[in-house]
């Protein structure tokens, strides 16, 4: 199975599901701001669709903030973890959703001249 192979890549990796999603939280944001300046040289799609993209990844930022520390917090009352993981999930995750804010607000300023 092709989920089992990827699977077993975060695992060869050394990535638990912590880091795994806050691996994919970065790479993410890093491929929009590839796809942002692909599609501004070659002008693919409208700029609702560019504005609708750094939208849904806010969303998903906060999500995962939320998620970081309601399972942190889980983790630490129940197996006795380390708040480290909820601190570095959280900062991560404010992080982009700071990046993702700027982008915003740098394609919305765009747009409107």
Do not use: C
């Not at 300046?37 to 995962?64: D, H, K, M, Q, T």
């Not at 903030?65 to 942190?72: P, T």
Request: proline share 3%.
């Amino acid at each position: 199975m092709a989920t089992d192979k990827g699977i077993a890549l975060f695992r060869l990796l050394g990535l638990g599901s912590t880091r795994r999603s806050i691996l994919m939280l970065v790479l993410s944001w890093i491929l929009n701001v590839a796809w942002l300046g692909f599609n501004y040289f070659w002008r693919l799609v409208p700029e609702s669709v560019l504005i609708a993209i750094p939208v849904l990844l806010l969303l998903y930022g906060l999500l995962a903030l939320v998620a970081y520390i309601y399972w942190g917090i889980k983790g630490v009352r129940e197996q006795d973890e380390p708040y480290a993981s909820i601190m570095v999930g959280a900062i991560v995750a404010i992080t982009l959703l700071y990046l993702n804010y700027t982008l915003l607000d740098a394609l919305l300023s765009l747009s409107r001249s």
